[in-house]
């Protein structure tokens, strides 16, 4: 059973940054892929970013390209995404989740485990 922590949330202003911490425990972390979700109220949880075991392979949404970047550190059990130029529409809960299947595609049905989120708010 694998354990996932959230950190770095927070609240911003417009064009700031913040850097989103996913503590793993609990099991071998570099077997699993580790994607950033992300929702707000009354809409779908969104994927965000993901990276492959290894750190191979990434995965960004349009909305966040060339802003966000994720990386992890295995031998730490932790995955970042390192958030720039934040806008008011990246308002959201924050999840950190994770998957055995070995794909940065990430869908809400292959993930195995997730964190219990973080806030970020943005003001503008």
């Known amino acids: 059973q694998v354990q996932l922590v959230e950190s770095g949330g927070g609240l911003v202003q417009a064009g700031g940054s913040l850097r989103l911490s996913c503590a793993a425990s609990?099991?071998?972390?570099?077997?699993?892929?580790v994607g950033w979700f992300r929702q707000t109220p009354g809409k779908e949880r969104e994927r965000v970013a993901a990276?492959?075991?290894?750190?191979?392979?990434?995965y960004y949404a349009d909305s966040v390209k060339a802003r966000f970047s994720i990386s992890r550190d295995n031998a730490k059990n932790t995955v970042y995404l390192q958030m720039n130029s934040l806008k008011p529409e990246d308002t959201a809960v924050y999840y950190c989740?994770?998957?055995?299947?070995?794909?940065?595609?990430?869908?809400?049905?292959?993930?195995?485990?997730w964190g219990q989120g973080t806030q970020v708010t943005v003001s503008s």
């Open positions: 989740a994770a998957g055995r299947q070995n794909s940065v595609a990430m869908s809400l049905s292959s993930i195995d485990y």
């Open positions: 609990g099991g071998t972390f570099g077997r699993y892929a």
């Open positions: 990276i492959s075991r290894g750190g191979g392979s990434t």
